[in-house]
C-alpha cells in the first residue's frame, strides 16, 4: 500500500474518533447554577466517600440533566451511566469504583478540564465513546512539576478499543521512572492543542520525561500486534529547555527488542523530540509506518533505527525530518530488512554524521532511498572537524543494500568550525547492491559563514566521496568537477558535468578496472597494464586490432617502438624505445616519469627537436650533447647555453614604505617608491641565490634615502650596504659568492 494511502487512511480515522481541527474542544467547568437540571442528591446519593451509590445511580431515569456536586461518589460493583441522560460534574466531583470495577461513562457524560475519577481502590473508569479522552479527568495537573504518568496511562489503559487522548496547551510532566508511557494495543491516538504561530514542529503540548526508560513506548509482544498508532501535534522533551542538560534517557521507542513481530501502522505527524540522552526516536521493529514533520534536534542521536536480533524494521517512510545539533549521529541506521525511504531530510550540526548506516548484526538490507538532502556541518565532536564523511554507510565486507538510491544531496563540510573541512559520502556497498548516487552538491571552504560558499574545485580525495566493495555503483555529479575514490569489483558508472577524477582505492586489487566507451572498453589493473578493446590485458599494454604489437606501442610505419612498462619504486613509468629506423617520432631511448617530474634519457647523446607546434615549426630544441637549450628560434642549433629566438621578459615589483624592510625575492627589477618614508631592501644570502641579479631603481624625487642591505658576511664589494638617494638612480649587482657590483647611480 503506497505510504499516501495509508496516512488517509489513518487521517480518516482520527476524524472519525472526533479531532475537529487543530486543538481539541473541552467542555467548559460546570456549576449548578449554570443549567437547568437535578442534582443526584435529589435521588438519594450522597457522595460521601463511603456509601455505595451504585444502585440508585443505575436507577435514574432517562431524559432528563443530571449534575455531581464535589463529593467521592464509590460504587462497588461494575455499571454503565445510563446513555440517555446527560451527566455533568462540578469540580472536585469523583467517580471512585471498588477494586475489579469499572464504570463506564456514556458519550452524553460532558467533564470539564478537571479531575473526576478516583482510581485508588483498584477500578476502572472508562468511556463508550464521544469525543477525546483527556489526562485532566484522571488527574493530571499539566503542570510541569506533578508527576502526571499514572493518570496519562490510565487514560491510555481506560479501554481495550480506540482511544483517543486529547491533550491541552501544557506541559505533562513524567517523573524519573525506568518506564515512561506504554502503548501496548491497537488503535491509539494521541493528539496535542496544536502548534505556535511559527509553524510545524512546535507543538504547544509536551510530555517531558526525565526517567531512564522511553518517554513513549509503542510496544509489541511475542504474540501481540501494535498497530493503528498515531501521535499527532506533540512534543516529548527530556530536558526542561531546548538545548538544557539531558535527563530524559529516550523519547519515543516504535517495538520491542525481544518481540519477534513489529508494531505496525504508526504515524508520528508534527512531532517534535529534543532533550533527550540517547535517541529522540528509536525504530526498532516498525513496519509499514510514516513520519511525518518529525523534528529530533538536541538528543544523543536524533533518529535510530535499531539493530535487534529479533526485531528488524520494514516498510517505513519519513517526510520532512529534521536532524538537529544532537550530540551523536543526526540519522542512524543499523537495523533494517526492507524498504526505507527517507524524503526531506534536514540534518545540520550534530556531533557526528548526518546520515549513517552500519550492519553491526551482519545482515543484507533491501531498498534504501534518500531523497532531498541538506546538511551543514555535522561531525561537531570533539576530534572529527576534519577527514570525516557527512554521509557515511558501511556494509562491511561481503554485506549488500540492494537498490540504494542517493538523490539531491546538498552538504556543507566546512566552515569556522570545520577549517580544514570533512568529506561528503562514504559507500561500501557490495555485491549484488546497486547504488545510484545523483545531484551531489557539495559545498566547501572556510568562507561559508561568509554568504559566499565555494564548490569543491580542486582533487582533493574522496571529497566528493568513497565508494568501496564490488556492487553496481551509478554515479552522477551536478556541480563542477566529481572526486570519488572508487575501490569496487564490479561496474561503476560515472557522469560528471565539468571532468572526473578517477583513484583506485586498492594498493593489492589485480582485477582489470575497465572504463567503458560504445561496445568497447580501456582496461587498467594495478600490475601496470593497459589495454583497449574487449578483453583484460595481459601484457604491458596492448590493443585489439589485427596486425598490433602486443605489449609495446608502434610508429605509424611500425619501425620505431616503445614499450610501456611499470619498474621499481624509482621510476612509476618507464618508455623505452626498442626499434631504430624508419619515420618515427620519438622522445629519445628512455623517459620516465619519477616523482612528479619528467625525466627524458637520450641514448646515444644527440639533439633533438623536442617540441613542435602543430606548423612544424620549432618551438622547444633540445641538444644534449652541448647541454643547450633553444626557445623559438627560426633554424639550427643554440649556440650557448640558453638562447632565445625572441623576447625575454622577467618579473618586475614595485614596493613602498610600507612593506620596509624588505627581502628581495626571485624578481628581476625591484623599483622603490620612497614618498612616504625611507625603505630598506635586504638581500638574502648568496649561497642561496648564486646567480641572481638585481636592479634597484629609486622611483621619486623626494630626500628618503634607499638602503640595500647584506645578508651574513656577504658585502658589495667589501661593503656591507649600498644607499640610493637620487630620483631614476640604479643600483645593479649579480649575487656570486658575495655581491659583486655593476652599476651605482644615475642611470
Not at 499516501?4 to 449548578?32: D, K, Q, T, W
Not at 502503548?183 to 531512564?212: D, E, K, L, W
Not at 526505507?340 to 556531533?351: A, F, H, K, M, Y
Not at 604491458?540 to 605489449?551: H, I, L, Y
Request: charged share 15%.
Amino acid at each position: 500500500m503506497k505510504s499516501s494511502v495509508i496516512r488517509h487512511l489513518f487521517l480518516a480515522v482520527v476524524l472519525a474518533l472526533g479531532i475537529g481541527g487543530s486543538a481539541l474542544a473541552v467542555s467548559p467547568p460546570i456549576y449548578l447554577s449554570d443549567l437547568p437540571g437535578d442534582t443526584v442528591q435529589a435521588f438519594g446519593i450522597t457522595g460521601n466517600g463511603t456509601t455505595d451509590e451504585r444502585a440508585r445511580l443505575a436507577a435514574l431515569p432517562s431524559g432528563r440533566r443530571y449534575f455531581f456536586r464535589s463529593g467521592t461518589y464509590r460504587v462497588s460493583s461494575s455499571l454503565s451511566l445510563n446513555p440517555q441522560a446527560e451527566w455533568h460534574f462540578s469540580p472536585g466531583a469523583l467517580i471512585k469504583p471498588d477494586s475489579g470495577v469499572t464504570v463506564i461513562l456514556p458519550p452524553s457524560a460532558s467533564p470539564g478540564l478537571f479531575k473526576i475519577i478516583d482510581l485508588s481502590a483498584g477500578g476502572k473508569v472508562t468511556f463508550s465513546g464521544g469525543g477525546p479522552l483527556r489526562p485532566e479527568w484522571w488527574g493530571a495537573a499539566g503542570n510541569n512539576s506533578t508527576d502526571d504518568r499514572a493518570a496519562i496511562q490510565a487514560a491510555i489503559d481506560s479501554t481495550t478499543g480506540p482511544a483517543l487522548i486529547g491533550y491541552s496547551k501544557s506541559s505533562y510532566y513524567i517523573g524519573n521512572t525506568a518506564t515512561g508511557l506504554v502503548i501496548n494495543r491497537a488503535g491509539v491516538v494521541f493528539v496535542g492543542a496544536g502548534s505556535y504561530s511559527n509553524g510545524p514542529s512546535t507543538p504547544t503540548s509536551i510530555i517531558r520525561y526525565a526517567g531512564s526508560g522511553a518517554a513513549l513506548k509503542i510496544n509489541v509482544s511475542s504474540t501481540n500486534y501494535v498497530d493503528g498508532v498515531v501521535i499527532k501535534d506533540m512534543a516529548f522533551h527530556g530536558s526542561e529547555a531546548i538545548n538544557g542538560p539531558k535527563q530524559g534517557a529516550r523519547g519515543i521507542v516504535v517495538g520491542n527488542a525481544t518481540a519477534a513481530i513489529k508494531s505496525a501502522q504508526i504515524i508520528l505527524d508534527n512531532v517534535f523530540l529534543t532533550g533527550f540522552q540517547n535517541e529522540g526516536l528509536n525504530c526498532t521493529s516498525s513496519q509499514l509506518s510514516q513520519y511525518y514533520n518529525v523534528n529530533a534536534s538536541y538528543n544523543g542521536v536524533g533518529v535510530l533505527f535499531d539493530y535487534t536480533a529479533a526485531g528488524g524494521n520494514t516498510v517505513n517512510h519519513f517526510s520532512g525530518l529534521k536532524c538537529r545539533f544532537n550530540s551523536g549521529e543526526g540519522f542512524y541506521v543499523r537495523s533494517h530488512a526492507a524498504v526505507l525511504n527517507v524524503d526531506g531530510l534536514i540534518s545540520e550540526g550534530n556531533g557526528k554524521e548526518g546520515i549513517k548506516i552500519d550492519n553491526p548484526g551482519n545482515t543484507n538490507f533491501h531498498n534504501i532511498s534518500i531523497n532531498h538532502y541538506e546538511s551543514e556541518l555535522n561531525n561537531q565532536a570533539a576530534g572529527r572537524q576534519s577527514g570525516q564523511f557527512d554521509i557515511n554507510i558501511n556494509m562491511g565486507t561481503g554485506r549488500y543494500i540492494t537498490d540504494l538510491s542517493i538523490n539531491d544531496v546538498y552538504i556543507t563540510t566546512a566552515g569556522p568550525s570545520h577549517p580544514s573541512g570533512n568529506r561528503g559520502i562514504y559507500v561500501n556497498n557490495w555485491f549484488p547492491g546497486n547504488t545510484i548516487i545523483q545531484g551531489v552538491h557539495l559545498i566547501t571552504g572556510s568562507n561559508v559563514a561568509e554568504g559566499a560558499p565555494t564548490y569543491q574545485s580542486a582533487a582533493v580525495t574522496g571529497s566528493y566521496g568513497t565508494l568501496t566493495g564490488n556492487g553496481w555503483f551509478k554515479l552522477s555529479g551536478s556541480r563542477d568537477r566529481s572526486y570519488w575514490t572508487i575501490d569496487a569489483t564490479a561496474d561503476v558508472q560515472i557522469s560528471s558535468r565539468e571532468g572526473l577524477d578517477l583513484i583506485d582505492g586498492s594498493a593489492t586489487d589485480t582485477i582489470a578496472d575497465k572504463i567503458r566507451m560504445g561496445m568497447n572498453y580501456i582496461w587498467f589493473d594495478n600490475a601496470g597494464k593497459l589495454r583497449t578493446g574487449t578483453t583484460a590485458p595481459t601484457t604491458t599494454a596492448s590493443r585489439d586490432t589485427t596486425g598490433s604489437v602486443v605489449g609495446a606501442l608502434s610508429n605509424p610505419t611500425g619501425t620505431d617502438r616503445f614499450t610501456i612498462e611499470r619498474t621499481d619504486s624509482t621510476y612509476s613509468l618507464k618508455v623505452l624505445r626498442t626499434g631504430v629506423g624508419g619515420v618515427g617520432y620519438s622522445i629519445g631511448d628512455t623517459a620516465y616519469i619519477a616523482g612528479g617530474n619528467l625525466l627524458i634519457k637520450d641514448e646515444p647523446l644527440q639533439t633533438a627537436t623536442i617540441w613542435q607546434n602543430k606548423d612544424g615549426a620549432q618551438a622547444l630544441f633540445l641538444d644534449s650533447l652541448n647541454k643547450r637549450l633553444g626557445a623559438g628560434l627560426a633554424s639550427g642549433t643554440p649556440k650557448s647555453t640558453l638562447e632565445s629566438g625572441g623576447s625575454f621578459g622577467a618579473k618586475t615589483k614595485t614596493i613602498t614604505a610600507s612593506d620596509s624592510p624588505y627581502t628581495a625575492g626571485d624578481e628581476y627589477t625591484i623599483l622603490v617608491n620612497a614618498t612616504d618614508g625611507p625603505v630598506s631592501i635586504t638581500v638574502p644570502a648568496s649561497n642561496t641565490i648564486t646567480g641572481r641579479e638585481y636592479r634597484v631603481k629609486k622611483i621619486d624625487s623626494t630626500a628618503n634615502v634607499v638602503t640595500v642591505n647584506r645578508s651574513g658576511a656577504d658585502t658589495f664589494d667589501g661593503a656591507t650596504s649600498k644607499t640610493i638617494t637620487g630620483q631614476y638612480h640604479v643600483l645593479m649587482f649579480t649575487v656570486a659568492a658575495g655581491l659583486h657590483l655593476w652599476k651605482q647611480g644615475a642611470p
